[in-house]
């Protein structure tokens, strides 16, 4: 049959982590707007590189994943 997606929230663990992810993505988009390099995030699962990829297009800056997992990561470039 049909295919569903289910996501758990155990506790509040995924709403706590998205609220850090979004720190850091800014941390990331502010020091790549002030130094115009690249900035490379640390390594971060499937559900938080979606997150950063969300802010840093919101921002109008670029992102890109790079890596193998477990060590993937988002780098964030002002073009």
Known sequence: GERSRLMLDVAGFR????VAVLGLAQAAIE????????????????????????AIAAAGLVSESEGEEPTRRVVVRTS
């Open 31 to 54: 020091e790549a707007q002030r130094t115009a390099a690249p900035v490379r995030m640390e390594p971060a699962s499937a559900f938080e590189r979606k997150i950063a990829h969300d």
């Open 15 to 18: 709403a706590a982590r998205r």
